[in-house]
Nanobody, 119 residues
Framework: VQLVESGGGLVQAGGSLRLSCAASGITFSINAMGWYRQAPGKQRELVASITSGGGSTNFADSAKGRFTISRDIVKNTVYLQMNSLKPDDTAMYYC?????????????WGQGIQVTVSS
């Protein structure tokens, strides 16, 4: 499984970024895709996730009202639209894909992409 993240970078507070994560080499059924983040000295935390069919989403309290998550099932790509960014959103953002087949469960991670929000 390969997860390729893009769209990170440096933005001023109040600005927007759109992260993309394209998954390839998927040989199992995807149950959910999502984004996590980890700031220096802090634990990795969930930002947002979306189920396979897109029918259910989950957001961290800090992301509610500012971030949206969506998924292109055909392209196996998940997007995170981040608006009204704050310096506290500065972190490494990681794409995550979870799925399963008849034998096992899968939990795959991207390499991470940096998001820096300047004040």
């Amino acid at each position: 499984v390969q997860l390729v993240e893009s769209g990170g970078g440096l933005v001023q507070a109040g600005g927007s970024l759109r992260l993309s994560c394209a998954a390839s080499g998927i040989t199992f059924s995807i149950n959910a895709m999502g984004w996590y983040r980890q700031a220096p000295g802090k634990q990795r935390e969930l930002v947002a996730s979306i189920t396979s069919g897109g029918g259910s989403t989950n957001f961290a309290d800090s992301a509610k009202g500012r971030f949206t998550i969506s998924r292109d099932i055909v392209k196996n790509t998940v997007y995170l639209q981040m608006n009204s960014l704050k310096p506290d959103d500065t972190a490494m953002y990681y794409c995550n894909v979870r799925g399963s087949d008849v034998l096992r469960k899968y939990d795959s991670w991207g390499q991470g992409i940096q998001v820096t929000v300047s004040s």
